[in-house]
């Protein structure tokens, strides 16, 4: 049984790109939810999506950033025009329905140049 | 009222020892307990959890202990190995919120 995957796990990006960051739960999992780590910290919630529908985006930045997670294929986080300091590592978790564990996938570390 | 605060920052401890790792929180809706552990270069890894209908769990080398009056909570790594050398993350979410909000993390050493 697969784990969470995410890819790119490496990425990098000059000023004012776009960055996407792909996250596919394990499965029978259809609860994701996305998590930014700036070095040296903890993890911040960013966004909580189920299929097709965003459930709760209180940590997503106002611009620049959105999450989709389609009925079919991977959930999708999409930082416009990154900045120095979009920097860090982004996680993705996944659950099997509410109120139970969260498993997270490798992360996709992402370098703004 | 969101915040878990980790205690200590890091933490060094000698082969066969317990490491105590603390964590406290303020919002009182907060009903599970996840640990984590972080291995450099790679994803937070599920350790252990706990809601608070009881007071102690206990998975192998790993307990938690859950002080429900006093908001805090702990994690205690009996027999302590150098294997066992990560950053270790507390959390906690409300039922609903599905969010977890995680303590600023330990960095957790293991001479041998």
């Known amino acids: 049984n697969a784990g969470v995957m995410q890819n790119p796990r490496h990425l990098v990006r000059r000023r004012g790109q776009e960055a996407r960051l792909r996250c596919s739960p394990m499965?029978?999992?259809?609860?994701v939810y996305w998590y930014r780590q700036l070095p040296e910290e903890g993890l911040k919630f960013m966004v909580y999506?189920?299929?097709?529908?965003?459930?709760?985006e209180s940590g997503m930045p106002k611009e620049r950033f959105s999450a989709e997670f389609p009925k079919e294929g991977p959930s999708i986080l999409r930082i416009q025009q990154v900045v120095r300091g979009d920097s860090a590592a982004y996680f993705c978790?996944?659950?099997?329905?509410?109120?139970?564990?969260?498993?997270f996938g490798p992360g996709t570390r992402l370098t703004v140049t | 009222q969101q915040q878990v605060k980790q205690s200590p920052q890091s933490l060094i401890v000698q082969k066969g020892g317990i490491s105590i790792i603390n964590c406290a929180y303020e919002?009182?809706?907060?009903?599970?307990f996840p640990w984590y552990q972080q291995f450099p270069g790679k994803g937070p890894a599920l350790l252990i959890a706990i809601r608070p209908d009881v007071s102690e769990k206990k998975e192998g080398r790993f307990t938690i202990s859950f002080n429900k009056s006093a908001k805090q909570f702990s994690l205690h790594i009996m027999d302590s190995q150098p294997g066992d050398s990560a950053t270790y993350f507390c959390?906690?979410?409300?039922?609903?919120?599905?969010?977890?909000?995680f303590g600023q993390g330990t960095r957790l050493t293991i001479n041998p």
């Open positions: 959390a906690a979410s409300e039922q609903g919120a599905q969010k977890l909000v």
């Open positions: 978790a996944s659950s099997r329905t509410l109120n139970v564990e969260q498993y």
């Open positions: 919002n009182t809706a907060f009903d599970y």
């Open positions: 499965k029978g999992h259809s609860h």
């Open positions: 999506l189920q299929k097709e529908n965003i459930i709760d």
